[in-house]
């Protein structure tokens, strides 16, 4: 068999199995993925076998699993557990056909996460009554499964990381933590000369810089609305010796676990409380480039603080990309002209996304020019209010700025990078 195909060993007894995603444009259907995203399962094989974590029928996932699995000598029939950390369709696709296929699998699951497995999976024929009885285990905090010869799942709720439903898996004896999308990130983790590669200890300094930047945008998508649970979880494990974090989107960390560790918490102290990046994020949109050559005063005043400063034009970057700059920028630059007596729709709906994701903490200054009439500030000061940030006074002008404006403008820009380099 193709080495390519293998399953990829952690132990002799735990192995990974994976699916790069290439083609797929968007993560959750609309946040951008260039550079894909790899789905993630695992094998523990003892007296009986658990596979942890199951994916969906995506760019021939289940084909390129069960080759994996085949390596090792597994057939979906030898499965004994099918352990569901998290129910989101990414993990649980392909959850009806695997029950098919290999209908006296358990499924492990939490009790939120067995209602969810009867309505994505529901009964696979009609004569099934009695389905989560039959066919699945619910778990809590402190249960364990023995496959044994000393390997032992044992389960965690982890509730909101990022459902309500979500567990983590850690495996004595081996000392793996199975985190679900906990500890993930965007990207594909194989490349052209080594399809198969997954692991840390693979990839170069550079490599692995990629992904932990994959891994922060990854984080401001889809789990900053959580970090208040990303921490409450990290710190159930505080005690529990960790030789591999095993996740099921990005690398497996097996020659570093605490640096994805401790990425994840950092990324949840952004907006906790916790020390953001002495950096400005400037996100602008300019109708007819008046408030461009506004915001190009405000820069200036910027890069004379000696702060550095990341510049991000809208509509045209995506707001995934803005969410992963901003996130952990201690301060923000929000350029955008009045547009209908409010503001320039795409920054309304930068604004919206960081209200849902908790942008808060942050020292900020929004400028902005309008034609024939203002309002852009009334809308900016109500949608940033829940955000309790900081802010420099803002400041507006009707057309092109003025000399007196752009020397205004430019001291507000270095008024910004003061306070975010001396606070």
């Known amino acids: 068999m193709n080495k390519n195909l293998n399953a990829k060993e952690i132990t002799s007894w735990v192995y990974a199995l994976h699916a790069d995603i290439k083609d797929a444009p968007y993560f959750e259907g609309f946040w951008p ?3 894909g995203v790899s789905l993630n399962s695992y094998i523990v094989k003892s007296d009986k076998v658990a596979l942890i974590d199951l994916y969906r029928d995506w760019e021939d996932a289940p084909e390129k699993m069960k080759s994996q699995m085949s390596s090792i000598g597994i057939d979906l029939c030898d499965i004994h557990y099918l352990v569901l950390n998290h129910l989101e369709s990414d993990h649980s696709g392909f959850l009806k056909d695997f029950r098919k296929m290999c209908p006296n699998a358990k ?7 067995a209602e969810l497995v009867e309505k994505f999976c529901k009964a696979v024929n009609d004569n099934e009554k009695d389905f989560q009885n039959t066919a699945v285990q619910v778990v809590k905090t402190g249960d364990s499964i023995d496959l044994g010869q000393g390997v032992v799942l044992h389960f965690t709720e982890t509730p909101n990381v990022h459902w309500p439903e979500t567990m983590m898996t850690y495996e004595e004896k081996s000392k793996v933590l199975f985190s679900c999308d906990a500890f993930g990130s965007y990207g ?7 399809p198969s590669r997954i692991f840390d200890d693979e990839c170069t300094e550079e490599e692995l810089i990629f992904f932990e930047k994959e891994a922060l945008r990854y984080y401001a998508n889809i789990v900053a609305s959580f970090s208040h649970f990303v921490k409450q ?3 159930k494990f505080s005690s529990t010796q960790i030789k591999v974090v095993a996740p099921s989107h990005g690398l497996v960390w097996r020659k570093n676990p605490k640096r994805i560790i401790n990425d994840y918490i950092r990324y949840a102290g952004y907006n906790t409380g916790g020390e953001l990046e002495k950096e400005i994020c400037v996100i602008w949109g300019s109708m007819y480039g008046n408030t461009k050559i506004g915001l190009d005063a405000v820069i200036e005043g910027i890069k004379e603080e000696g702060v550095n400063v990341n510049i991000l034009e809208i509509p045209s970057t995506n707001a995934s990309f803005v969410l992963g700059e901003a996130y952990k920028a201690k301060g923000i630059v929000l350029a955008m002209p009045t547009y209908e007596y409010k503001m320039y729709p795409p920054m309304a709906y930068i604004l919206n996304l960081f209200n849902r994701k908790h942008f808060s903490g942050k020292k900020a200054l929004r400028i902005g020019s309008w034609g024939w009439i203002g309002g852009a500030k009334r809308e900016y000061d109500e949608a940033v209010l829940p955000l309790k940030w900081e802010e420099i ?7 092109l700025p003025c000399a007196e404006d752009k020397t205004t403008l430019k001291e507000r820009g270095r008024e910004l990078a003061r306070q975010v380099k001396n606070s």
């Open 33 to 35: 993925i260039p550079h």
């Open 107 to 113: 499924i492990v699951t939490t009790k939120k996460g």
């Open 188 to 194: 594909c983790v194989g490349t052209k000369e080594n």
């Open 233 to 235: 979880a990290i710190d």
């Open 393 to 399: 006074e803002s400041y507006e002008w009707q057309g």
